[in-house]
């Protein structure tokens, strides 16, 4: 069933009347029950905006109109009836009695004597088994508005917010004609019937909006003709894995994201699903407390933040507000390819940015300014053009008229609209340098709001902002992760074996999870996470980079070793924006580009650009993580490297026998928990710093040991004796031929040994060294191990 919205109590009222008298909707509303009976399913109740006739939200006051709008929609489009929307500070509350009512008419005891406690005005539901009544009060729980009290044969609803009501004007015989204060009495009803939830199965992880509500049919006609539709074809109407390389479960995963962003109803993706080449008997097969095809959606719809949204680009089709807004703009009078950039401009200043090296075209989507691969950009023109023709057609003065109508008529040719988006490129209004976006760094992107790392707080989402990133997961204070911190216990276990793992190690994994929360790097850190085997550290990292979502990335690990030649920044340029950075598995031997890590890990700028792209600056705001079973080399010498450097130590192996196959999956279940925590992570962070738990301290020591070839060299080449000197030359020969004739420059060599305090003088133009000299077998008796292996 179709509804739109009405503002304000008071036009609600006048519905009541009007409909109570078979003014406007009666016939609509006969109308559409014989439609839906026919198709043998419930009808929908989408909501539409009064004004502009497209879907409306219960979340933008922008899309509600008024008493008259609503009724004149009503009657001109054949809808079936009047909506009106509960909103904060608001006096009213909605009752929603459901299958109250039997094929008769006749009311249940318990919810006549519910219409008799409260007696305020009642109407039938557009069901047509059940009621509605609407009092004045406030709920003294919010969880009234998503649960269920159970009444006898069906269930009590009862809204004062986020919700609508669609009316009917069949007024329940007996009921007062008005809206009455009945406080006392709903918090009466409250008690009563608190906590007598009606299980469900599968619950959806977010409550759907039914602005964006699409049926089936309309869903499949989108996802087929988008942009991704070729794709979207291969799964659901041919059954083709192979882009998943024959992985069912990945191609069900696939499909469902797609599915995912045109609509988030759990219910309509499993209905459709289920019409797919995809399903098979797997779907229903259970998990746990789940089936596999529950957790597949609940997933898809945690992952997937790309939404579809019906309003983002709504258009002014009031003449009278078209025509303030072009007066207020300047150039927007004139019949040109710049007045129509300029009316382009005035029209969608707050659902487009134009930043080239970015989009070059973003839109804001409700959460974030993302790119515009849909082309809603040249959608959005061919509303300019129309609202061009509606003000022209609205000019009292005939001969302008004329010229206006003219003008309207020519630009609907392509090139003029497309002349329309260039031309608009650099207006004010829509222009935008790339530093404007992602710039508070204490910032953080979620699906419920925006969250201020420095303190806690969720914000709504802003557009001033200029966020393009977010996470897909929802900050609740309250969420708990059970599995994930018995999977803590179990990586990092503690001494005894208690059980309770190792807490200093834990508690340091929690500020660091936090600490890649936050774009900055303070600590100037390099993390290195190191283990043989199934140790868990996999599981870990990339659990963390699912919860960042947009805000992690991967890299080739080459990216950060040193290498051959000029090194292409096509890597470097892809991090920009990123807060946590992982590459995966170096090869042995490799070594580390000391350079490049101390800028990296240090905010100060670099310069990379994209292939076949003007080269950009931008400061890192990154934590690095190293996930690798071969530590790669460092020099030992190098103490600004090595006071980067941390190593995660995974020591754990866990056998195939004790392994969880399923691990991955229940920690997904949990990742709004998990999020809470390391949130925490953060503010503890702030407060206590990071410190290094006495493992880290170990494990990196001994990892700079193993790296120390100038020590292995002076404990195997040379002695120690405060009266022994030597020439630098002399010692540099002899360390780059144990070191396999690697060149090193004098005055490297000259820095190593100071580091480890050898005096080094210059003596009559001969460089010396205190305190050392070679063993007396001498350079020339010394072997290498190839050497050695040939002789």
Known sequence: MQAFFVKGVDEYYNARINHAAGIGCSAAVGSLAAKAAARQEKPDKVPYNPKSGRQASIKN?????????????????????????????????????????????????????????????????????????????????????????????GDIEMYSTGRYFTVTGKRWPGSPADVNHRGEEIAQIQARYAGQEQPKAAEPDQDFDLSAYLPDEEVLRRARAAKDGEKFTRLYDRGDTSLHGGDDSAADLALCLLLAFWTQNPEQIDRLFR???????????????????????KTALRRQTARYDPNFRQVPVDVQELQRLFAATPMADRLSDMGNSARFAAMFKDAFRYCPTLGPWLVWDGCRWQADDTGAVMAAADDCVIATAQVAAAQDDPDKRGKWLSFAAKNEALAKRQAMVTGAQHLPALAARQDQF??????????????????????????????????????????????????????????????????????????????????????????????????????????????????????????????????????????????????????????????????LTGGDKIAARFLYKASFTYSPQFLIVLLTN????????????????????????????????????????????????MVEGCLRWQKEGLGEPEEVTRATAQYREENDSLGDWIAERCELDAKATARTTELRDDYQRYNGWRRIEPKIFTQMLKARDFKVKISHGISKAYGIRLKPAGVDDFLTEDQESES
């Open 630 to 677: 071969h530590m790669p080399r460092a020099k030992a010498e190098d103490g600004a490297l090595w006071r980067r450097i941390r190593l995660l130590p995974f020591e754990v192996k866990f056998e195939s026998v004790a392994r969880d196959n399923n691990l991955a999956e229940k920690l997904k279940q949990e990742m709004d928990g998990v999020f809470r925590w």
């Open 275 to 297: 019409e797919s080449k995809l399903f098979r008997d797997k779907w229903d097969a259970p998990r746990g407390d789940c089936t596999y095809g529950e957790i597949t959606i």
């Open 61 to 153: 006051p922008a899309t509600w109109g008024t008493y008259e709008e609503a009724l004149s929609l009503c009657s001109r489009e054949g809808m079936a009836g009047v909506g009106f929307v509960f909103k904060e500070n608001d006096p009213y509350c909605g009752i929603d009695i459901d299958n109250c009512l039997n094929e008769r008419g006749e009311i249940s005891t318990e919810a006549a004597a519910i219409v008799r406690e409260l007696d305020s005005y009642t109407e039938v539901s557009p069901s047509g088994n059940g009621l509605h009544i609407l009092v004045k009060a406030a709920l003294s729980s919010t969880a009234w508005h998503k649960q269920k009290g159970v009444i006898a044969g």
């Open 438 to 599: 992602d710039q508070n760094s204490w910032l953080f992107n979620c699906l419920n709001g925006t969250l201020d790392l420095k303190t806690g707080a969720l914000m709504p989402h802003n557009p001033s902002d200029y966020i393009t990133k977010i996470a897909p997961v929802n900050y609740d204070p309250s969420a708990e992760c059970p599995r994930f911190m018995q999977f803590l216990t179990e990586v990092f276990p503690d001494d005894m074996g208690l059980g309770i793992g190792n807490t200093e190690l834990i508690s340091f994994v929690q500020r660091l999870a936090g600490y890649a929360l936050a774009g900055v790097t303070t600590e100037q850190i390099l993390c290195i996470a190191h283990g043989s085997g199934a140790n868990g550290k996999s599981t870990l990292i990339n659990l963390l980079a699912d919860i960042m979502g947009d805000y992690a990335t991967t890299t080739p690990t080459d990216a950060f070793l040193m290498q051959k030649g000029q090194k292409p920044t096509h890597d470097l340029a892809a991090l920009r924006g990123a807060r946590f950075v992982i590459a995966s598995e170096t090869q042995e031997g490799k070594r580390l580009d000391e350079p490049l890590i101390k800028q």
